[in-house]
Structure formats: C-alpha cells, structure tokens
C-alpha cells in the first residue's frame, strides 16, 4: 500500500539496503517488489549507514536532487541526517521509538504511513535538519 501511495504523488522511489544483497532480493521477490523497483544495496556504497554512501547513490540511481527517507532504524534516520534529507520512521525494524526520535513523524506501520502520506510528506518538508544529541546512538 505504501509504495502505491508513493506512486500515486508521482515519487521516484528506490529501495535502499545495507543488508546483504542476496537477502535483499530474496525479500524483494518474496514481496513481488523485484521487477520495476530500483534497488541499491551494500555493493552500491563505500560505507554502510549510518554513513549517508547508500541514500546518496539511491538517489544517484533516479536522478534525484530531494529526497525523504523513509526507514525503520536509528542507522536509516542519521544516514538522511547525514545526508541533508529529512526522514520519516516506521516501527517495523524492531527498535524503540525513542530511538527514531530524529524523524520528521513515526508511524507504527507503512500503512499508517500510507494513509497520512500527504500530511507526512508535508512535515518532511519542513522538519529541520538538527544535528544529533551529544551521546546519542547511532
């Protein structure tokens, strides 16, 4: 539903992984996502996230000048940070919210996130790019 929400706004959307490739593409065929999604994985990148290597070359790969990440980590939201690009949060990848904090909004779900994209996008856009808290991970 999401990846339909985002088409629906016209977005160029590519999936960015740092996992390994092969586990990458078995997702993607098990999701039906393998055919018309463009993928970058760890072999796209120097440096994995939280370095910004994987989302710079996600939108290398479009040729995108803006950018919001949508991610389901601490690493996925200081790799936008680092990046310049604002990010918006699933709780999908098994961490605390709180660990999620430096995102533009949190949704507990993709389809959450589907259903308010445009207010999402919205906060994005205007969501400033604070530097990270001293201490703070990742």
Same mark, same amino acid.
């Given at each position: 539903?999401?990846?339909?929400?985002l088409a629906r706004q016209n977005l160029k959307v590519v999936i960015a992984s740092?996992?390994?490739?092969?586990?990458?593409?078995?997702?993607?065929?098990?999701?039906?996502?393998?055919? +018309? @999604?463009?993928?970058?994985?760890?072999?796209? =990148?120097? !440096?994995?996230?939280?370095? &910004?290597?994987? #989302? *710079?070359?996600?939108?290398?790969?479009?040729?995108?000048?803006?950018?919001?990440?949508?991610?389901?980590?601490?690493?996925?939201?200081?790799?936008?940070?680092?990046?310049?690009?604002?990010?918006?949060?699933?709780?999908?990848? +098994? @961490?605390?919210?709180?660990?999620?904090?430096? =995102?533009? !909004?949190?949704?507990?779900? &993709?389809?959450? #996130? *589907?259903?308010?994209?445009?207010?999402?996008?919205?906060?994005?856009?205007?969501?400033?790019?604070?530097?990270?808290?001293?201490?703070?991970?990742?």
């Amino acid at each position: 539903e999401l990846l339909k929400a985002l088409a629906r706004q016209n977005l160029k959307v590519v999936i960015a992984s740092s996992g390994d490739p092969r586990h990458t593409q078995r997702a993607l065929r098990l999701l039906r996502l393998d055919q +018309g @999604v463009p993928v970058v994985d760890a072999n796209d =990148a120097d !440096a994995s996230k939280p370095a &910004p290597d994987l #989302l *710079a070359a996600a939108m290398h790969k479009v040729d995108g000048s803006r950018a919001v990440m949508i991610g389901d980590t601490a690493w996925d939201i200081e790799a936008a940070r680092r990046c310049d690009v604002p990010s918006l949060a699933v709780g999908t990848g +098994g @961490v605390d919210r709180s660990e999620l904090r430096g =995102a533009a !909004a949190i949704f507990a779900t &993709p389809r959450e #996130l *589907a259903d308010q994209l445009d207010a999402a996008l919205q906060r994005a856009s205007s969501h400033p790019m604070d530097p990270p808290e001293s201490g703070s991970r990742p």
